[in-house]
């Protein structure tokens, strides 16, 4: 499987942008780039997907490097309830359907 | 969406017990797992809950210890069983609607403290 690596922690000023990092150098030409959050004493919740465009939701944006090697989740304005843990996971469509965590980046806004 | 419910969100165990966890959904879903959150980590998958046949385990994970069921579309079970402190985790439920969709909608998680 796959692995993601990410910064432990990252801090943000509310109402400016943030751009959580994730490398994923042994991607396959299967593999879909998952984010999702868990916000404190919940379960993890989707945040965007995308496998080679830049892709935009209303929640962020999904930038993928052209090689694929990396890519970065950019929330436009954070917010207090946008801290969270947030994890990059690569999804390979062709075989089992299973999520591989990896650590994750903990975000901490500042008010 | 999915609305998931576990049951019971917390509970305090003595060693060498069993626990049963269930998970409820709202509406049929093709996939259901069950993922491991210990203390300040992050999450590990568990197991894969098939409708009407065995489990399908991660390594590390045997069903003696995480035996799990899954008897319709909308509802499974995982036990932990012959408990030790070292269990003492936040057990999380997921499903997905789809084997290809793209999102999976976890529950609540269930925190069992082992003494």
């Known amino acids: 499987d796959a692995k993601t690596t990410q910064p432990n922690s990252m801090e943000s000023n509310e109402e400016e942008p943030v751009h959580l990092p994730c490398n994923h150098s042994t991607i396959s030409g299967t593999d879909y780039i998952h984010w999702y959050r868990q916000l404190p004493s919940q379960g993890p919740e989707y945040v965007i997907h995308g496998l080679t465009s830049n892709v935009n939701n209303r929640m962020a944006s999904l930038a993928i490097a052209e090689d694929r090697k990396s890519s970065t989740l950019i929330l436009h304005r954070a917010t207090l309830r946008d801290a969270a843990v947030y994890y990059c996971?690569?999804?390979?469509?062709?075989?089992?359907?299973?999520?591989?965590f990896g650590t994750g980046t903990r975000l901490k806004v500042l008010a | 969406s999915a609305v998931i419910s576990q049951k019971p969100s917390r509970d305090i165990c003595q060693r060498g017990t069993s626990l049963t966890i269930q998970c409820q959904v709202d509406?049929?879903?093709?996939?259901m797992f069950w993922y491991r959150q210990q203390p300040g980590q992050s999450l590990t998958l568990i197991a894969t809950?098939?409708?009407?046949?065995?489990?399908?385990?991660e390594s590390g994970f045997v069903i003696d210890k995480f035996p799990i069921s899954r008897p319709n579309l909308t509802f499974s079970t995982l036990t932990v069983s012959n408990m030790s402190p070292e269990d003492s985790s936040i057990y999380l439920c997921?499903?997905?609607?789809?084997?290809?969709?793209?999102?999976?909608?976890f529950g609540p998680g269930t925190r069992l403290t082992v003494l």
């Open positions: 997921s499903v997905a609607r789809e084997m290809w969709g793209s999102e999976q909608f």
């Open positions: 996971i690569l999804r390979d469509y062709s075989g089992t359907y299973k999520y591989i």
């Open positions: 809950a098939n409708q009407g046949s065995e489990a399908t385990y």
């Open positions: 509406s049929q879903v093709t996939m």
